[in-house]
């Protein structure tokens, strides 16, 4: 009996340990990179764990109009890819999970293999496809480029989320007289509402932090999102390197995220594994 309370004691330890180090390892980051901010100057090197509340690297970059501008970039950028990638997912997923025609499984096999690719491979080809429609230098070159990655993941997870919906729903649907276009807005999208928020929220994610794309498609300050915006904020003169800046202006940009993550972690975990048990 000793030895089983022993053995259960050293189990619940070793656990708790192991969650430490997992929540120390993933959190300490984040935890720099505010401390990080709240310094400046020289103070930047000195390794302190609890540095005075000083805000002067935030207001300078919140009253940076380029700052600003690149925020509100983004957020058209990101707000517009989810709208689209979802509209678009949304049709697709209805005709790949309902409807039964030759050729399904293949064309799941390519939007799958297509969000596969890197986006180095593809970088050459959509530069020549942007700039001959001309879309180079305005926020719609990264709207246009996004969809490339955030469309297919979409479609794959709303249509194996699509393809479990109760079939006896969409008969009734029918038999009522419904259209297609009815029973999807006003029965299904209901019922997808978790695999929409993680989709949603994901591609939002991504279209936020892209930088590749937005380096090489955007020219001026007018049309840049942040990730450009931070990657390029310059000190007072060549010999210094922003760090508090920069570490605020990162802390400014991710601190919304992790919160939408945490509001929004339930519905995440069960759109992603929607379908993923039969029964």
Not at 88 to 110: E, H, K, W
Not at 199 to 228: C, H, Q, Y
Request: contains cysteine.
């Amino acid at each position: 009996m000793v030895r089983s309370n022993a053995r259960k004691r050293l189990h619940r330890i070793a656990i708790y340990s192991l969650f430490g180090v997992v929540a120390l390892y993933t959190l300490f980051p984040f935890y720099w990179m505010i401390a990080s901010s709240l310094k400046s100057g020289q103070a930047i090197f000195d390794v302190t764990f609890f540095p005075d509340l000083k805000f002067n690297n935030y207001t300078a970059i919140l009253s940076d109009g380029v700052f600003l501008r690149s925020l509100l970039n983004s957020l058209v950028v990101a707000f517009s890819v989810v709208a689209l990638s979802l509209v678009l997912a949304i049709a697709a997923a209805y005709a790949l999970g309902r409807i039964d025609f030759r050729g399904r499984s293949p064309i799941m096999l390519l939007v799958l293999a297509v969000s596969m690719f890197p986006q180095i491979a593809l970088l050459s080809g959509l530069f020549e496809m942007i700039r001959w429609l001309g879309l180079y230098n305005t926020v719609g070159s990264l709207i246009f480029s996004y969809m490339i990655f955030t469309l297919p993941f979409n479609i794959w997870v709303l249509t194996t989320f699509m393809r479990d919906l109760p079939k006896q729903i969409e008969e009734a649907a029918i038999m009522d007289g419904c259209s297609p276009l009815r029973i999807v807005r006003c029965i299904f999208l209901p019922m997808m509402g978790p695999a929409l928020i993680s989709t949603g929220l994901l591609a939002f994610i991504a279209s936020w932090n892209e930088f590749m794309f937005a380096l090489t498609f955007i020219l001026t300050d007018e049309n840049r999102t942040v990730p450009v915006a931070i990657a390029l904020i310059s000190g007072s003169s060549r010999y210094e390197f922003p760090y508090g800046a920069i570490m605020a202006a990162s802390t400014i940009v991710t601190v919304p995220l992790v919160i939408l993550a945490l509001i929004f972690q339930k519905h995440i975990v069960s759109g992603l594994t929607a379908g993923a048990v039969k029964g």
